[in-house]
């Protein structure tokens, strides 16, 4: 949730909410992002945003992106995660000096300027009485203060079974099967047979 409103992936302040305005940005997430965002963010000259998550504030973050579960780090740009059932909010915030600072922060994904949080509840403040908010990609105008929570388990999510990247699901384990594997008796001689009891007619 954030304020009243639901939201299902992801809700973007300051410099990720410029990107998510682009009518590119439907079209190409990642090139769109990667290209916009170092301008955006060292000619950023909206509110000054804070953000509480998990206990720990950030002052002054020209991009802030809240999400439902977090990012793979690797990302910045905000397009991967391994997983959507681990029912925590994922904050990533972006503060840096230059456009060249910005390139290299996104390209490794980790460095100074660089904020990774969790947390069940997000609350962004700015010293305006409203800032625009992208919200799975519709972007509004919001009052101040902007309050994210999360509802695990409110929403089933179905995938492809064969999706790519999960590895092959293990065997069942066939209980009938391991009984009569563990009824096995050795004889000296080595040979291995069923106590008389448990033999079925046809074995017999």
């Known amino acids: 949730m ?4 639901t939201f299902v992936n992801n809700a973007s302040f300051g410099a990720y909410a410029e990107v998510v305005r682009s009518p590119a ?7 769109t992002t990667l290209q916009m965002l170092p301008d955006l963010l060292k000619g950023h000259r909206g509110a ?3 953000a509480l998550a998990g206990g720990v504030r950030i002052e002054g973050p020209q991009a802030l992106l809240v999400s439902n579960d977090p990012y793979g780090m690797g990302d910045i740009a905000g397009l991967g995660r391994p997983r959507l059932d681990a029912g925590t909010l994922g904050v990533v915030a972006v503060c840096v000096d230059s456009a060249r600072q ?5 390209g490794r994904g980790h460095g100074h300027g660089l904020t990774a949080l969790t947390g069940e509840q997000v609350t962004v403040d700015a010293d ?5 908010v992208g919200i799975d990609g519709e972007t509004i105008m919001m009052p101040t203060p902007v309050r994210c929570t999360i509802q695990p388990r409110a929403l089933r999510v179905v995938v492809p079974r064969q999706r790519p990247g999960i590895p092959a699901p293990k065997a069942p384990l066939e209980w009938p099967r391991l009984r009569q594997l563990a009824s096995f008796r050795t004889h000296p001689d080595g ?4 106590p008389a009891a448990e ?3 046809q074995a017999s």
């Open 191 to 194: 040979r291995r047979t069923q």
């Open 2 to 5: 954030i304020g009243d409103r």
């Open 128 to 132: 305006a009485p409203q800032i625009p």
């Open 102 to 106: 910005a390139v290299a922060l996104i």
């Open 25 to 31: 940005y439907r079209d190409d997430k990642r090139g």
């Open 48 to 50: 000054r945003l804070s």
């Open 199 to 201: 033999r079925s007619p």
